[in-house]
């Protein structure tokens, strides 16, 4: 069945450094990707998501593209602040409306 | 909007009791997605409604769980009899099953059993 893997965690860095967090997928057909954040407390919300091969989501300084060739979603940012500490997501999502499957959460801490 | 409500925030219970959670969608939405998570399990979807009928309960762990819609701006997930290894936060979310259209989560429900 269809299945998400995200890099284990926690990622451990210093303000201002670069973050990348890898997540690949296993899915028959084109699913749509997303990254959730998950701050401590409280639910799940939509950062980012990219419907068709080779898309980009974008959303306050984070980036990932919707690589079919390597069914890669990895995240990225160029400069983290203290603000991102959180535990972030990688979802695959197959047709309109449908469950999402999740990645088991990478957790993320920046120090000042 | 006020998002997806769930109540309550907080639940201490003792084993063998019945547990009740609720939550209200998003108004519109009409899809509604039951999770469950924890540190071992991660995240873990147990139910999703679409037009209020259940479409995959696959994730319901066994037959003490249970959940309904009775209407669009309404479901409860009940645990009858609740147990220590049961405790969880449990989210509700909710979309429009149009489009890619992104799931909005509640703020969850921390159950602790003991």
């Known amino acids: 069945g269809d299945s998400v893997t995200q890099m284990e965690g926690p990622v451990t860095l210093s303000e201002e450094a670069f973050l990348t967090i890898n997540c690949t997928y296993t899915?028959?057909?084109?699913?749509?990707l997303f990254w959730y954040v998950q701050y401590p407390g409280e639910g799940l919300q939509l950062l980012l998501k990219a419907t068709k091969a080779d898309d980009k989501g974008s959303n306050k300084g984070f980036e990932a593209t919707y690589r079919k060739e390597t069914t890669s979603f990895h995240l990225e940012k160029g400069s983290v602040q203290v603000s991102d500490s959180a535990v972030y997501f990688c979802?695959?999502?197959?047709?309109?409306?449908?469950?999402?499957?999740f990645g088991q959460g990478t957790e993320l801490s920046v120090k000042p | 909007d006020a998002g997806v409500i769930q109540s309550p925030r907080h639940e201490v219970t003792e084993m063998g009791q019945e547990v009740t959670l609720r939550c209200k969608p998003i108004?519109?939405?009409?899809?509604l997605f039951w999770y469950r998570q924890t540190m071992m399990r991660g995240l873990e979807l147990l139910i999703y409604f679409n037009n209020n009928v259940p479409i995959d309960d696959s994730g319901m762990p066994e037959d003490r769980f249970s959940a309904k819609m009775p209407n669009a701006s309404f479901s409860t997930l009940k645990i009858q009899p609740s147990e220590p290894r049961d405790s969880a936060v449990y989210f509700c979310?909710?979309?429009?099953?149009?489009?890619?259209?992104?799931?909005?989560f509640g703020p969850g429900t921390r159950l602790t059993v003991t």
């Open positions: 108004s519109g939405h009409n899809s």
């Open positions: 979310a909710s979309s429009f099953n149009r489009g890619p259209s992104e799931q909005y």
């Open positions: 899915a028959t057909g084109y699913p749509s």
């Open positions: 979802a695959l999502r197959q047709g309109q409306g449908g469950k999402l499957i």
